[in-house]
């Protein structure tokens, strides 16, 4: 039996790949998204290896105050600045080759210094998480080089409560000692926060790894589309008749259906693999403490998944309505299951919602291991739930089956 | 040319009575373009923002008996962040990390016993050792942990400018002799006083503001991301459509329908312009479909009427090219069908359909050979009110791929001719 179902596992791989194309949706095109949508060549996102937003700044001031700016900035996390004028700047903003434009006007400094209110242009990309992210890392920056400076005119209202200052010189000693000050007793401020994570944990605290999220987002999209692809391939073998032909031959129908799944189950194995490869060597994501525990999460992904691709030949009737079914669901079913956006990101209701999704789990399940550095006994929730929508969906699809 | 209508009508019939192809011509998009409404909230509110982050789980440890660690309480709790945060306390840190461990809340804060003791000076003028609040993340909600760390972190920047602005205060009025104080005490009262004046001054101005560009501020409050979305998906998929008209040229030919047709007074020229049209006007039919449902059902404005209307017929025939490019240099139906869902999903990801990326450089120009970033480019436009004006560059370009590329399929099928007749 055994020898009958690798036979039929390995005609089925066959027909797959009888067309070169299948390398497309096998190996091409995940690569070329994983790539893509982790910000990997030449996307705003990165430069070579830095993986901060763009953040285009231009310096009309030149003052001391703007200067201290773009120093603040050049030391954020989360942007990358790029110094320059402002058509060029322009220019590259409405190519939209970076999600916010920063200009700091003329006059600048003098505003922060005279104790009037300096003002700062910020331009985003509307409807831009990573614009979004960039418009707070200048708050952070403005918010911390502010203090010296609030702190000095505080001291300035103090005494100008007191007694006027003789001349206007005197009153600008004045601001100028307390700014002064002020940024050596904040430079000397002890840490008062201490951002701590699992000791597991993989990624940096407090930092968004986009190639971890893509890597694993990108790796059960592109699986679970072809193993629901499956149907397509039940479909075929119906439509020609050659699956009456083969039951002619004594084979039973079990052993019919359980090398179909072997076959697709296989080919779904090495794409994972080649794909989880090419994350640690290209993408330089770390998938995890956890061999066995990664192994526990993909095999049950794959099951579960093949397992949806049988259910699913018992309702679509051709190749093409079961193809392009797949592509739709696949597609969709990753974007709601957080393989595409993280899920945090997601309304409260909608994120509760999503758990009847088996790409949820995997995702789920992916993340833990590919962030939060989890062992096997941290991701038995997320195989079993895997492993019961498998059950299920054989159940439902084994039930339902039509061998002619 | 009734002969040519009446192919691409027969044409148009036959796609959409084909279930298989209605599931990613139609309902796909729709599909696709509901889910990212769902998942970005513009379903469940105005705002048109592209990020959902609201509700986020955190859990408050208060171990410091003094103000500043309930100021600390009161701010994750306080009604201006009632929607971002959904706080709650726990009584011990180990209880809180476990539910950061379990991954069931983005973040632990855990203020630890002398908090304010390290700051503000005791009765005699002391200042205790200064203790750090724990920001307990989860790694698997960076983006909402982060959130919680940039609040905590703004509320000490308060303190401890506060506290500075105080002391540089009386430092400086001492030194210049502008008050005198008898003792220590009196300083200390001299502080308080100062620092309950500084709170009472919290409206006082910044130095710095940062004023957001009108255009993208007005964007932002505009339910405006689905009309980025629906677009983008119908185009998307427009791409499968035109391959699938691409793929029918090659499999009339190999059904042997081509040849019964050229046995009509039917020239192979008036079949091949018939089956442009067919797969034209499938195209128009579409994306028109897809714009008046996502008007109906999502309420979607779509700006100047002519001004859609020419995008649509723009974008139809520019992706019609592609189409019809790819049936000139395939061999087999199964070829167009395969390079057409590949480039339907290249496509959707290099001219933004599926995600906005900021390309630069070679991709940045290759999103250009997109139909879909002129057309994304061009509805979004018309959306936020723009004129015909305004899309005159996208139907340009459009047109102009259009023309190139039906140009170099006819050559292309011209000195093919043979294959594409007889097999």
Known sequence: MFQKITALAWKDTIIRFSSRTELLFFLILPLVF?????????????????????????????????????SALAASGVVRIEEKSLAEAETRFADEAAPALLVI?????????DGSTAVLDLRQLPNNNNANAADRAVQTAVSDISAPWIAARASLQEAEDLAPFADDAARQAYFQQATDLAAALLADEPQRVSVTQPEAAITEANTYDLAAHQSAGQLITWVFIPLLGTSALLAFERRYGTLRRLLVTPTRKSTYLLGTIFGQFSTAVVQMGILVGFGIVVMGVNWGHSPVGLAIMLLTFGLSSVAFGVMMATFVKTESQANNLSIMLGMSMALLGGCWF????FPPAVQTAVHVLPTTWAMQGLADLVMRGAGVAEILPEAAVLSGFAVVFFIVGIVRFRYE | ???????????????????GALVLMLGAPFVLTLGLGLITGSFSNNSGSSSGLAGIAVVVVNKDGGELGQGLVDVLFSADLAELLAPDTAVSPQAARQQVDNNAIAAAVIIPAGFTDGILPNASGQVGEPVAIEVYANPARPISANVVSSIVADYINQVETG???????????V???????????SMMTLGQEMGQRLISQDAAPQPIRIERDKAAAEAASNPNFLAYIAPGMAVAFLMYTVA????????????????????????????????????????VAQVSVLIAASALLFGLRWGNLPGVVLLIVTVSAAATGWGLLLASLANRPGQVSSFGTALMLTFGILGGSFVQIPFTGLLAQLSKITPNAWAIEGFMSLSQGGSLADIAPSLIALVVMAALLFGTAVLIFQRRSGALIAR
Request: zero cysteines; charged letters at 15%; a positive charge.
């Open chain 1, 34 to 70: 994983t790539v893509l949508l982790s910000g990997g060549v030449g996307t705003g996102q990165t430069g070579a290896g830095d993986n901060r937003i763009v953040l285009l700044v231009v310096n009309q001031d030149g003052s001391e105050p703007a200067n201290t700016l773009i």
């Open chain 1, 105 to 113: 006007p003329a006059g600048f400094g003098a505003a922060v210094l």
């Open chain 1, 342 to 345: 993280p899920i945090e990101l």
């Open chain 2, 1 to 19: 040319m009734k002969k040519i209508l009446n192919i691409g009508w027969k044409d148009l019939i036959v796609l959409f009575r084909d279930k």
């Open chain 2, 163 to 173: 506290m500075v602005s105080v002391n540089v205060a009386l430092t400086q009025l």
């Open chain 2, 175 to 185: 030194m210049h002799g502008r008050i005198t104080p008898a003792n220590t005490e």
């Open chain 2, 244 to 283: 699938l008209g691409g793929r029918s040229i090659l499999a009339e030919r190999d059904k042997g329908t081509l040849s019964r047709l050229l046995i009509s007074p039917t020239s192979a020229t008036q079949i091949l312009a018939g089956k442009v049209v067919g797969i034209f006007l499938t195209g």
